[in-house]
């Protein structure tokens, strides 16, 4: 399952965090691509697990969240 896109974020440093229970699930942080078509991940951006790391984003980037949906519950996320 995947998240609706936040766009237009200001380019710079951010703390990527998740929290909940993962149950097999991984989550993978999402850019969209130059073509404005194609979703792709951002190097490095994948959790299997609820924890924080560190992302670098560009100006105006759009960003989602794709995930297999496995017995995750409760499961939440977060740029700072």
Excluded: C, H
Aim: aromatic content about 6%; proline content about 1%; hydrophobic content about 40%.
């Amino acid at each position: 399952a995947n998240t609706s896109p936040v766009s237009d974020i200001a380019g710079g440093s951010y703390i990527w965090n998740v929290v909940g229970t993962f149950g097999g699930a991984t989550l993978k942080l999402q850019a969209m691509g130059s073509d404005g078509v194609t979703w792709q991940d951002i190097a490095d951006a994948t959790m299997t697990a609820g924890g924080s790391m560190g992302v670098v984003l560009g100006e105006g980037a759009s960003v989602r969240i794709a995930g297999t949906v496995a017995d995750a519950t409760g499961v939440y996320s977060g740029l700072s």
